[in-house]
């Protein structure tokens, strides 16, 4: 695989080589990576930290039964929805997955996963609960602004600092800890799977074609049962927990609420979404630089 890459070329890599495939949201990684792992006999393992959750399926755009027919998939809906599931959680996962499947297709979305596999994760303690719930409740009240004011400059400068879900993390280990979260990084130990041991590549998308296939993709995911799903997860709802923050199911939460139209909802579900890609895009392009990248379309 190399710098410049398009879809015209199809990426060959070493059948000996664990392949590392990141990519933003409907950019078509998950596609790619099942013809990589089913020509080479590989099985896929997910790096998607929404995708591990059972509950959600359809809203996730989790791979069905006919993709898990052609190549094992691993790491996907295994994680119950109110359960604790961290970076660190799946890396132990997949370094058990690594002792019999050496050389799989590690694919996803969540950059945080790959920089942690092959730069390493900070031995973070476990966090309080009580630092959490206090933590949660100055995001709702007071607003990510003001949990980012109160860390420490190498962090800022580190995070992304338009994830509430990061900022409140960085927030709640220096709350707990009394040490900013770039102070943990560079302590970091040496990583799971270095980058010299792994063929790696990033999606890269141009922004409307990207835009378009995230609403096709929402309007496919409706016509599936996106809504039913956020129905039947709605009695217990709380997107403050990880395991109900699939992308669009607040919006979808808010019309069954009666909060909201049909159509309003869906139309900032499709804003979530392609928010969310964006983050992915500068991710990806910041903390991966280095990365060989393939463009579509």
């Known amino acids: ?26 950019s078509g990684k998950s596609g790619l990576a099942l013809r990589i792992a089913e020509a080479q006999g590989r099985v896929i393992v997910n790096a998607d930290a929404l ?13 069905g039964p006919a993709e898990a027919a052609r190549a094992p998939h691993l790491l996907y809906g295994h994680v119950a929805r109110r359960a604790a ?15 019999v499947h050496p050389n799989p297709v590690i694919v996803g979305g969540t950059g945080l996963y790959f920089t942690a596999l092959t730069r390493g994760l900070a031995e973070i303690p476990p966090i309080p609960a009580a630092i959490r719930r206090t933590a949660t409740a100055r995001l709702a009240r007071d607003g ?33 800890t009394g040490r900013g979260l770039a102070a943990w990084h560079d302590a970091t130990p040496p990583p799971l799977l270095p980058a010299g041991r792994a063929a790696r590549l990033v999606m890269e998308a141009e922004r409307d074609w990207l835009n378009a296939r995230v609403e096709a993709r929402f309007d496919s ?8 799903e956020v129905r039947a997860a709605l009695p217990d709802f709380d997107p403050a927990r990880p395991g109900d923050r699939a992308i669009g199911a607040a919006e979808l939460a808010a019309h069954l609420r009666g909060e909201t139209t049909r159509e309003a909802a869906i139309a900032a579900a499709k804003a979530a979404t392609r928010s969310y890609a964006k983050r992915q895009r500068t991710w990806f392009r910041n903390r ?3 990365w060989p990248r393939l463009h579509r379309p």
């Open 51 to 63: 995708q591990v959750y059972g509950h959600w399926r359809v809203l996730t755009a989790r791979p």
């Open 144 to 176: 990510r602004a003001a949990l980012l004011a109160e860390l420490d400059a190498a962090t800022r400068a580190r995070i992304d600092t338009a994830n509430p879900a990061r900022v409140l993390r960085a927030w709640e280990v220096l709350t707990a």
């Open 221 to 228: 995911m409706m016509a599936m049962g996106a809504l039913e």
């Open 1 to 26: 695989m190399e710098e410049g890459q398009t879809t015209g070329d199809p990426p060959c890599p070493d059948p000996a080589l664990p392949v590392l495939l990141a990519g933003p949201t409907a």
């Open 85 to 99: 599931y961290s970076v660190g959680h799946w890396l132990r996962d997949l370094a058990g997955i690594l002792q």
């Open 288 to 290: 991966l630089g280095d």
